[in-house]
């Protein structure tokens, strides 16, 4: 959560307002870096904060799980998984996210994807898949469908 701080003009002086400005928080993981690049550049840009991860390793240090170099992040509204490569080790991270999160809604990106797979995600609880190569702006889409961008709280209510 980010806290933003605005300044009035009061009579003779200025005063600080503050707004609490929770913006959602969106876990972009692929091993392909114009693919993670090009997704969380176009998240930031309808106002995510975003993360990336370039491994399964990297994911699951987001999610709190033992990693060789864990990472303290903020906690993760959604996570963007690509699974292209490996489908199979896709996963298996995807079911190490269930464990610790099943709620969590997670949107799939593959490349390989056979019905065996498909299945294996919709068990796993998958909001959205996409084969590769993805619309850009049709993945935008399921986000902000799925968590909507950002949310702010006035402390003057």
């Not at 993670?36 to 709190?64: F, K, N, T, W």
């Amino acid at each position: 959560m980010a806290t933003a701080t605005k300044k009035y003009f009061s009579g003779s002086s200025f005063w600080d307002a503050k707004a609490l400005i929770d913006a959602a928080h969106v876990l972009v993981a692929s091993d392909t870096d114009a693919l993670r690049s090009q997704i969380a550049d176009r998240l930031e840009q309808h106002g995510y904060e975003v993360s990336r991860a370039r491994c399964g390793l990297e994911v699951l240090g987001h999610m709190g799980s033992p990693a060789p170099k864990p990472t303290a992040q903020e906690p993760v509204d959604l996570i963007v998984l690509d699974i292209s490569n490996n489908p199979w080790v896709g996963l298996a991270i995807l079911e190490a996210i269930r464990r610790q999160d099943w709620a969590l809604p997670v949107i799939l990106v593959t490349g390989k994807a056979n019905d065996t797979i498909r299945a294996e995600a919709r068990r796993l609880g998958v909001q959205e898949m996409f084969d590769r190569p993805v619309d850009p702006e049709t993945l935008t889409a399921a986000v902000l469908s799925i968590e909507p961008p950002i949310e702010t709280y006035s402390l003057c209510a």
